[in-house]
Structures are given as structure tokens and as C-alpha cells.
């Protein structure tokens, strides 16, 4: 049996050597000697028998590799199936050998603003050369796949030196590797990068899909802290990540339920007093948390891919309050409504939005579509632009909300049809005791007022700021000074209480430009 034994690891040595490519170089001198030693007849069975040799070697050595590496793919990626079950490999052979593994997830930062800012073709261009950077930072045993345009699965395959602080130390690497500039026509593109990943330690009872999703819930973590940040998964990951899943199934249920639903603040104009609109603001109204914000619930909505779900439920309950105000005899004018880039990406939007005037007996003017600044400074793609001028052409007023924020050019403002700027709140608290705040405030309307656009003060907390943006120009205010957002069953009373207080309030007299 030992002799057999070492037969075949013999045999098995010199069936790698002869698959080697290196073996061809030597081919000439087996056959001079061959020659030299056994004549013509040595030479002839040289010469047929080696083709049968490395025919073989290649065969074992074909199904040697079929055994031990994994097909990639695109340049090292493995498809996300394939990866996972490699990933299950991992983890065997991790509790077989007592040796830690690691799985992580790597990506770019704010990579829809760079699409947005720079286009697609730039976008992809950076994608692939981050997907080059991060094959470059691995082992050649170590297994790659892309789960998004600007994220990553990388395994760690066990290693004696893997640990918590080699793995930190690895992630770093790939970190600083993607956040070497990206050069683009001369120039360069600095982005950060985010990891997270997690140990095989951490988490040895879960399957691979599940230790997947542990890393991606250490990413997550990494990037609410980040940008350019790292971070392990743990047992508060854990916690953690149990909480938002059921927040964020929560949030999908209370869609459905009814338990969002729009605020309303009002809007008045400077000039006669008058409430010349409502803003519908989004509000959960969660049965143990109480009234929950837009900034706690709708990074779920974006995650879940809602926006355009939730969009549909806030419109449906505006526009309803705008029916109900006018059948209870009190006309108001208009209802701002924020529109999400999401929404505005989706081709179906304008007929869908038209629809529902119609299924309310509106008509569009009195609709006013909310849109970041931040959606104009970027370069919006074919649909956003066709949505917004469309719904402007339809007659809906375009609000370019929280202005000064951004970086809107006059281009954007007239390409999009722009009818009324909203001025940030950051500008307009305490404008009326600090001067440089009352410059900023006094430019802005300036300008508006040169390119005919009407304006409106967010924000506004004090007579003195409503005061000061009157004067200086402002056609609108809105803020807590005026009226908090309340649910729709307060909106008549707080009406009728507003109304009959105007009557006995003098009028605040605006310095320029006339009446919305």
C-alpha cells in the first residue's frame, strides 16, 4: 500500500510538471536525447508519446483547478448566486479549521449625486474603475461580486491571521485605494468609501445570505456615521438592524393602513394677509412612538423603494383636503407638495398626477410641485426634465424649494419653467437682528424679483423676521410664527380663528412687487 502511495504521488508530481507551460522548452532536448540514446525508433515513440503525456497532465491538471477555483467572471467577479454558494464553502472550511473568515461589503459614497452631477457614462466609467481597485486589494483565492453599480461582496477565506484587526486593517487598504482620485479629462473625481463587514466568529450559525446581510447591516451602520467610514459587525449591529427591519415593515404596513398621512401648515401672503396656500407635510402617526417626522421614516421609504408609493399616498390625501376645503365653503388657493427625485424619475408620473386632479376636480394651477435645488444643480436625467416641464405646461406652479442650499443656475430656473422660489430657512432665522442675514435675504429677492419669479419665506418664526422679509420684497411666508403643521381635521378651525383675527390685525405693507 506504501509503495502504491508513493507510485501515484510520483505520478501525480510529474503529471504537474508536464502541464506546466515551462515543460515545452525542454521538449527539443528529450527528443535530442531520445535520438542519442535509442536511435530512430527511440526518437519516433518520443515524439508520439509526449502529445499523449501533456494531454493528460492538462486533463488532471484542468480537473485539479475545477476542484479548487471558483469561474470568474467580468474580470474577477463571481455572479451573486455563485458567490453565495462559494460563500458556504468559506464558512466549512472556516469550522473545520478553527481559522476566522470575513465577508464584506464595499462602496462608493453619494454615488447617485455623482450620476446626477456627471451623467451615466461618467458614473459607469468610475464604477469600473472602483471594480478594478477592489480586485487589486484582494487575494487571488479570495472571492468578488458586485451587488450594486458602486457596491461590492468581497469573502475572506480563513486565514490564521484573520482577525478583527487584520480585517480592519484589509477594509482600510480597499478603502484608501477607492478614494484615490478618479481622473476624468484632465482632472480628478474624489469620492469616500464605506465598508462594513463581518467575521465568521461573529455570526457561525447563520447561513451565507445571512451573513451577507450581516455585513451589508455593518455597511449601513458605516454610513450613517460615514462618509469614509468602517465599520464591524457586533451584537448592536444586530439590535440595531432588528429595529429598522421592523421599522421599516412597519412603515410598509402603515402605508397601506392609513397611518401616513399628510400635515398642513399654512402660507399667507405679505401683502393683504391673506392664506394663499397649505404645504402638505408628511406625518406617521405611529400608535407607540406617537407623531414621527419625514427625517426618521423616510430613509425606509427610500430603501424599500416606496417613494413613489408613499408620493401617491401624501398627493391622494392632499388633494382630498383640497376637495374637502372647497365643499366646507373655504377656498384655498394652492397645495405644495414635495415631489422626491424618485417620483420625478418615473415615466408614468404626469398622466398619473393629472389623474388625480381630475379625481378630485382640481385643476392644476392649484397645485404647486416642490423640488429640492439640489434636483436642479444636479444634471437631471431625460425623464426629470420631461416630467417637470411638463407638469409646468400642464399648469402646475414649479416651487424650487429650500433655494440657497444648492447650487441652481439661471439655466435650471428657466429650463424648468420656475414660477416661485422658496428661501431656506437657514437665511431667513434671525434676519431681522443679524445684517448679514438680511444682505443674503435682500439678494435673493433681488434677483428674483429681476428674473419675475414670486417668492416665499420658510421658516419664519417671529414678527420681526415677517416683518423684515415683507419689507424687503417677500410675496409669501410660511413658518411656526404663522402656523404649525396640523393634521386636516385642525385646518378648518385654525381658518376660521385666522381669518377673524386678521380682520383686527393692521396690514404689513411690503416695500416692492405685487400680490401673488
Request: a negative charge; hydrophobic letters at 40%.
Amino acid at each position: 500500500m506504501l509503495k502504491n502511495f508513493f507510485s501515484n504521488q510520483i505520478l501525480s508530481a510529474a503529471l504537474t510538471v508536464f502541464a506546466a507551460p515551462q515543460i515545452l522548452a525542454f521538449v527539443p532536448a528529450l527528443c535530442l536525447a531520445a535520438f542519442w540514446l535509442g536511435g530512430e525508433a527511440a526518437l519516433i515513440s518520443v515524439a508520439l508519446g509526449l502529445p499523449l503525456v501533456f494531454s493528460a497532465a492538462s486533463r488532471r491538471h484542468g480537473d485539479a483547478l475545477a476542484n479548487d477555483v471558483v469561474p470568474q467572471q467580468h474580470g474577477g467577479l463571481l455572479p451573486l448566486d455563485v458567490f453565495l454558494d462559494e460563500l458556504e464553502r468559506v464558512q466549512k472550511a472556516a469550522g473545520s479549521s478553527g481559522d476566522d473568515a470575513a465577508c464584506l461589503v464595499v462602496s462608493l459614497d453619494e454615488f447617485d449625486n455623482l450620476e446626477d452631477l456627471h451623467g451615466t457614462a461618467v458614473a459607469t466609467f468610475i464604477a469600473q474603475r472602483f471594480c478594478d481597485r477592489v480586485l487589486s486589494m484582494v487575494r487571488s483565492r479570495d472571492i468578488v461580486a458586485r451587488i450594486a453599480k458602486n457596491t461590492f461582496l468581497v469573502g475572506l477565506h480563513p486565514s490564521r491571521q484573520l482577525d478583527l484587526a487584520s480585517c480592519i486593517q484589509t477594509s482600510g487598504r480597499i478603502q484608501s485605494s477607492a478614494e484615490e482620485p478618479f481622473p476624468l479629462d484632465g482632472t480628478g473625481i474624489y469620492l469616500s468609501c464605506s465598508v462594513g463587514f463581518c467575521l465568521y466568529s461573529a455570526v457561525p450559525d447563520q447561513t451565507a445570505a445571512d451573513w451577507v446581510e450581516s455585513a451589508r447591516a455593518a455597511l449601513s451602520e458605516a454610513q450613517r456615521n460615514g462618509p469614509s467610514t468602517i465599520r464591524a459587525y457586533s451584537s448592536v449591529t444586530r439590535r440595531r438592524a432588528a429595529v429598522q427591519t421592523n421599522f421599516r415593515q412597519e412603515f410598509e404596513a402603515a402605508l397601506l393602513s392609513g397611518e401616513i398621512q399628510p400635515w398642513f401648515q399654512p402660507q399667507i401672503s405679505t401683502d393683504t394677509g391673506c392664506i394663499t396656500g397649505f404645504e402638505a407635510l408628511a406625518r406617521w402617526n405611529h400608535s407607540a412612538k406617537g407623531v414621527v417626522g419625514p427625517q426618521v421614516f423616510l430613509p425606509f421609504a427610500e430603501q424599500a423603494n416606496l417613494m413613489e408609493n408613499f408620493g401617491q399616498t401624501i398627493r391622494q390625501a392632499a388633494f382630498r383636503a383640497m376637495r374637502d376645503w372647497d365643499r366646507a365653503g373655504t377656498f384655498v388657493p394652492k397645495i405644495g407638495i414635495n415631489f422626491s427625485s424618485d417620483e420625478l424619475r418615473d415615466p408614468t408620473l404626469v398622466d398619473r398626477v393629472k389623474w388625480e386632479l381630475d379625481q378630485f376636480d382640481l385643476t392644476p394651477d392649484r397645485l404647486a410641485v416642490e423640488i429640492l435645488e439640489t434636483v436642479f444643480s444636479r444634471r437631471p436625467d431625460d425623464v426629470i426634465t420631461h416630467n417637470v416641464t411638463h407638469l409646468s405646461g400642464l399648469g402646475c406652479c414649479i416651487d424650487l424649494d429650500d433655494f440657497g442650499t444648492g447650487h441652481a443656475s439661471f439655466t435650471s430656473i428657466r429650463r424648468f419653467d420656475v414660477s416661485r422660489l422658496k428661501i431656506d430657512r437657514t437665511f431667513v432665522s434671525k434676519c431681522d437682528s443679524d445684517p448679514s442675514q438680511q444682505q443674503m435675504v435682500g439678494a435673493i429677492l433681488t434677483m428674483a424679483e429681476q428674473l419675475n419669479l414670486e417668492t416665499l419665506a420658510e421658516g419664519v418664526e417671529t414678527s420681526g423676521e415677517h416683518a423684515l422679509v415683507a419689507q424687503l420684497g417677500c410675496h409669501h411666508v410660511q413658518g411656526f410664527g404663522i402656523g404649525k403643521p396640523m393634521p386636516f381635521d385642525e385646518t378648518l378651525d385654525w381658518i376660521l380663528n385666522y381669518k377673524a383675527k386678521l380682520k383686527s390685525t393692521p396690514k404689513i405693507g411690503r416695500k416692492m412687487g405685487g400680490d401673488s
